[in-house]
């Protein structure tokens, strides 16, 4: 367990240096995400003015939260699918609750924008890995058909991430940092370390589509596309990602009918 606390910087630092890479920048060295936390952790941590007891909770259940996904995605994968989407709707909800407990414009507007994508996002996402689920019990050969799935997960791994093209939730050229606006020191640095745990968490799961073996290289490799996407796509507007969205919902419920339809006539 004391290893799997040092993956997300791990994962940061995969981002970091892949973004170097596409913008033709040398990048970080192997342990600047270590020094950048501690370095947060070590600033004056601010109180907005009226901010309740709950802007204190919950970046610690955030991070509590982050470390239990983790944990729960490295250990059983194909088991723990519905643990692992209960664990990351609920450090939706903590965001959202704590961008509501302050009174920030720019927490409010990045609330506003969180909340349209995971409505549009909630069907898809979870429907994606429910498809290749499955096929687990029916088929031997599963891996090889769950990575025909992989694209469509990939896509809504982007959006659940808030990843671009789906980073809407805080862009910085209008909305500063969205819901993390008014967060600071300690309680930022909890925050920032629960977003890479997620980005760890979810990671895993998309390994686990392609079979059990391997799990901590596949889930490097598959963070390491995801990042690529997300240096390279444009921001999409609100809109038109909903739209975007909603197609990715219709091909998630397709393929969750094919995979049953498939696993109904091999019984």
Known sequence: MPARLLVPFGFEWIKRKVDALVERRIGPPLLQPVYDWFKLWGNETLLPDGAGIFFR?????????????????????????????ALLSTMTLLKMFLARAVTSPFTIHGLGRLGSMKLA?????????????????????????????????????????ELPPFDLSHAKSELVAGWKTELSGRWLALVTYAENARMVAVSLMLAALLGPTHLWLKATLIFTLLSALSIALPRMHLAKAIRWLSFLNVLALAEVIACLSWASWLV
Request: aromatic share 14%; with cysteine; glycine share 2%.
């Open 121 to 161: 996002l909630d069907p898809a996402f979870p429907l994606a890995f429910l498809a290749a689920a499955f096929l687990w019990g029916f088929d031997m050969n599963w891996p090889l058909k769950a990575a025909i799935l992989l694209p469509l997960a990939v896509a809504t791994a982007l959006a659940e991430l």
């Open 57 to 85: 909770l919950a970046p610690w259940l955030l991070f509590l939260c982050s470390l239990v996904a983790v944990y729960v995605a490295s250990i059983r994968p194909p088991w723990a699918l519905l643990e692992l989407l």
